[in-house]
């Protein structure tokens, strides 16, 4: 069987997979690997993928989850309010609350030495 392969796309391809894919296809055809890795790219390389991934990744802890679900119910919270529910020291809830300013999912403003805390009201999310 011969097949031509991108030479940069193939540092990154299992063998194994060029195989297997060649013996599904059933015939002597290059192999679709790079046409997938180039497709999988132009997707990883878009804005909104990015943004998606990074709210994602927010959402992914569970107190930076809790403290979303606790915003949607209320108005607004200040880092002590976050703090006396969730249970976290202040550092903590403070890495926490910026990781979800950070991914675009929350919206902080001070008053004096408070931090208060809401929901983006422009977030695609469902969130319990």
């Not at 004096?112 to 977030?123: D, F, I, P, S, T």
């Amino acid at each position: 069987m011969s097949f031509s392969i991108n030479m940069m796309a193939a540092a990154k391809t299992d063998p194994a997979l060029v195989d297997r894919l060649e013996r599904l296809g059933g015939e002597e055809s290059p192999c679709c690997v790079p046409e997938y890795q180039d497709l999988a790219q132009g997707v990883l390389d878009t804005p909104r993928f990015r943004a998606s991934l990074k709210r994602i990744k927010a959402l992914s802890d569970e107190n930076r989850l809790l403290a979303v679900a606790l915003l949607r119910r209320r108005k607004e919270l200040c880092a002590c309010e976050v703090q006396a529910a969730t249970g976290l020291t202040h550092a903590t809830v403070s890495h926490h609350m910026s990781v979800l300013v950070d991914a675009g999912l929350v919206s902080v403003r001070r008053q004096g030495k408070w931090m208060y805390y809401r929901l983006n009201e422009r977030v695609e999310v469902n969130i319990p």
